[in-house]
T-cell receptor, first 109, second 116 residues
Framework: EDQVTQSPEALRLQEGESSSLNCSYTVSGLRGLFWYRQDPGKGPEFLFTLYSAGEEKEKERLKATLTKKESFLHITAPKPEDSATYLCAAGQAGTALIFGKGTTLSVSS | NAGVMQNPRHLVRRRGQEARLRCSPVKGHSHVYWYRQLPEEGLKFMVYLQKENIIDESGMPKERFSAEFPKEGPSILRIQQVVRGDSAAYFC??????????????FGAGTRLSVL
């Protein structure tokens, strides 16, 4: 069965304390691994797409990496405004995304 | 450019009524997806449509739920005879015609359905 699993479910960090979020997947015909950010009461906001193992992408304090079985979202020196739920999703050819349940990140000052 | 627009943002229905959710995709996008998000659950795929066609409805319950994306106008997700278990946030996403790096799905703010 195709599935995406994210860990941890929740993560509390102090401002400036770097960490990583994990997304493991077992998906046939993977056509892309997507990361989204979701704030309370809002829709998911696109962050990154990764297509092949070894690929990395960066945006401000965030860096996403991909292996054949998992993806990591590294957060360097986070700030309180980085607090959100981060969603990982696997894309298959010609169809919808398979989402994990997300990691809720809280960054305190 | 306007993003994906969903309305209403909040919808309250009594059991047995009909709920109609609307989604206008990003201008130029011809692919629309509907997802449902239950409390403490991840986003679950419901249906994938292109203009005037349902491409994949494997995630949509066979009864009471229907979706359309007409040639003109927004995509509609219709839930007939709602029950309390239908209470959830419903999200619409759209993507451009071509695949590859342009197949990113962009999401609307969602419709929060509450069934009394």
């Amino acid at each position: 069965e195709d599935q995406v699993t994210q860990s941890p479910e929740a993560l509390r960090l102090q401002e400036g304390e770097s960490s990583s979020l994990n997304c493991s997947y077992t998906v046939s015909g993977l056509r892309g691994l997507f990361w989204y950010r979701q704030d309370p009461g809002k829709g998911p906001e696109f962050l990154f797409t990764l297509y092949s193992a070894g690929e990395e992408k960066e945006k401000e304090r965030l860096k996403a990496t991909l292996t054949k079985k998992e993806s990591f979202l590294h957060i360097t020196a986070p700030k309180p405004e980085d607090s959100a739920t981060y969603l990982c999703a696997a894309g298959q050819a010609g169809t919808a995304l398979i989402f994990g349940k997300g990691t809720t990140l809280s960054v305190s000052s | 450019n306007a993003g994906v627009m969903q309305n209403p943002r909040h919808l309250v229905r009594r059991r047995g009524q009909e709920a109609r959710l609307r989604c206008s995709p990003v201008k130029g996008h011809s692919h629309v997806y509907w997802y449902r998000q239950l409390p403490e659950e991840g986003l679950k795929f419901m249906v994938y449509l292109q203009k005037e066609n349902i491409i994949d409805e494997s995630g949509m319950p066979k009864e009471r739920f229907s979706a359309e994306f007409p040639k003109e106008g927004p995509s509609i997700l219709r839930i007939q005879q709602v029950v309390r278990g239908d209470s959830a946030a419903y999200f619409c996403a759209s993507s451009p015609l071509s695949g590859g790096s342009k197949n990113i799905q962009y999401f609307g703010a969602g419709t929060r359905l509450s069934v009394l």
